[in-house]
């Protein structure tokens, strides 16, 4: 279980090398979706996450990489209205791949030995078929890599190949977003400890005690984290800390 | 003794551990996929989970709820042929652990596996080596680790492993979409779940009234109600409580 920060031993695998690169921005990961997709021959990629956690009625898919293209428009409209809730409520239970066979008769997504593996989504709504790999990291950056074309055929060695790409990709995508999402200003070690010990169920007397500080002082440290966390309160303030990792 | 700073590398580095000793007559893949197959419908656990262990060339499984571990007690083990001794030493050991790596870091490691050198002052069974690796995955809100005992000596591969942890999570998501009842899920009704959401957003009690269209004691009493089932003292606490949980 343990967070290993050590990421430069010799490279054993391809794994660890995507790891080391450090990714800049988003276009970086288009070439790699590629070559992904250029494995199971799709016609396309698409990356969705699901975004506004907690409840489940206020959870949606939202498309943030494809290449479905101009003349494609409307696709990723299209299929989260056929399989928008179908995916929200897979990531809720499971990790298997999903598959799912096109209108035309001929456009299908089969396996010829990952079936106990993968799941069915109902066939015949959409012009393509395609197969989509759930990555499920957290309270953050869940979401889903898919690849669509006339027809897939789904190897083992792709499998793992693709679910294990889609995890390093949806790894990115989050990291991209944290580094983006870094407050103006980074917080204190102070503004940490008081907001730590906040989220721990301490009343801002408490604090002061276990830190040897007064209590406006930590109403202080805590008010400064609010505005650099643009937050309106304290709680709001503790929810942000704990999703941007600040404290635990 | 530290797990957290014994960490190290020495099972990246040296020779790939493919085609040579014990491996080479190990089983396939395919192999692995159609012994899996035929104990999914048996729901048998530790069955899957010795067919994974066998694969990487391990020699000890110990599957646990990741994110049960902070608590007393052993309820976190799975699944395990650990020595029942050295599970228990090490359930402290872990807690701190755990606690001590942000939710950022934690969805950043799913499936990367990691090395760790278990406590001096516990007993091994003969020939194991005093380094595990762990590898966590999440099946919906569960956040599992799988980790490993193997033989001193032997160089896990970094591709056998990135297997193990996929198959590992689709072989629990059988188990799961069986078994929901496993999932606790804290017992909270719509509408708590909707309050915390909500004042994890920064809106007031009166807010909240205004926005559901009931009462601000009503509000209030779910919050009370919210801090009663989860056991914590003050708002802030039950909001932190619900983020690492993935309530809201």
């Known amino acids: 279980m343990a967070y290993s920060q050590d990421k430069n031993g010799e490279s054993p695998g391809e794994i660890r090398t995507f790891r080391m690169t450090r990714i800049t921005s988003r276009s970086d990961l288009f070439p790699r979706l590629v070559s992904m997709q250029k494995i199971i021959n799709a016609r396309h990629f698409a990356v969705f996450r699901i975004s506004g956690g907690g409840l489940p009625s206020k959870r949606k898919l939202v498309c943030e990489l494809e290449n479905w293209g101009p003349s494609n428009i409307t696709a990723s409209q299209m299929f989260v209205e056929a399989y928008g809730d179908a995916l929200i409520d897979h990531m809720e239970k499971s990790l298997l791949p999903l598959m799912w066979n096109g209108r035309d008769e001929a456009s ?129 303030a503790i929810a942000k800390a704990i999703r941007l990792g600040y404290i635990s | 003794m530290e797990v957290e700073t014994l960490q190290s590398d020495i099972a990246l580095k040296g020779r790939p551990f493919v085609g040579s000793g014990p491996l080479s007559k190990a089983m396939s893949r395919e192999q692995l996929i159609g012994r899996l197959a035929r104990l999914a419908g048996s729901n048998h656990l530790p069955a899957g989970m010795a067919a994974l262990t066998e694969y990487v060339g391990a020699s000890h499984y110990l599957l646990a709820r990741y994110d049960l571990v902070q608590e007393q007690g052993l309820e976190f083990v799975v699944s395990s042929n650990w020595p029942f001794d050295l599970v228990r030493r090490l359930s402290v050991d872990l807690a701190s652990l755990y606690s001590r790596s942000t939710e950022l870091e934690k969805c950043l490691s799913i499936l990367q596996p990691s090395f760790a050198l278990l406590p001096d002052d516990v007993e091994l069974p003969a020939g194991v080596s005093q380094q595990y690796c762990s590898l966590t995955f999440n099946v919906g809100r569960t956040r599992l680790s799988l980790m490993l005992l193997f033989a001193d000596g032997i160089i896990l591969s970094q591709d056998r492993l990135r297997d193990v942890g996929l198959f590992a999570g689709y072989y629990s998501s059988f188990a799961r979409a069986r078994d929901q009842k496993a999932e606790r899920d804290f017992d909270l009704t719509e509408r708590e779940l909707e309050c915390l959401f909500w004042i994890a957003e920064g809106k007031t009690s009166d807010e909240i009234a205004m926005i559901l269209g009931i009462s601000r004691n009503t509000i209030n009493n779910y919050i009370t109600s919210v801090m009663r089932k989860t056991a914590t003292k003050t708002r802030s606490e039950a909001i932190a409580y619900a983020v690492r949980n993935n309530l809201v």
Do not use: W
């Open chain 1, 108 to 236: 299908i997504a089969e396996t010829s030995d990952l079936d106990m593996f993968t799941v069915r989504l109902k066939g015949r709504l959409l012009p393509f078929s395609g197969v989509a790999f759930p990555v499920r990291l957290g309270a953050v950056g869940n979401g889903y890599t898919m690849f669509t074309s006339n027809y897939i055929d789904l190897a083992s060695d792709a499998l793992v190949d693709l679910h294990g790409k889609s995890c390093h990709i949806m790894m990115d995508l989050l990291s991209l977003d944290e580094r983006r999402a870094v407050p103006a200003e980074t917080l204190s070690e102070r503004e940490v400890a008081c907001l730590q010990l906040a989220g721990d169920g301490r009343i801002s007397d408490e604090i002061a005690d276990k830190l040897g500080l007064s209590v406006h002082t930590v109403n202080a440290y805590l008010g400064s984290a609010t505005i650099k966390l643009d937050s309106v309160n304290r709680i709001q």
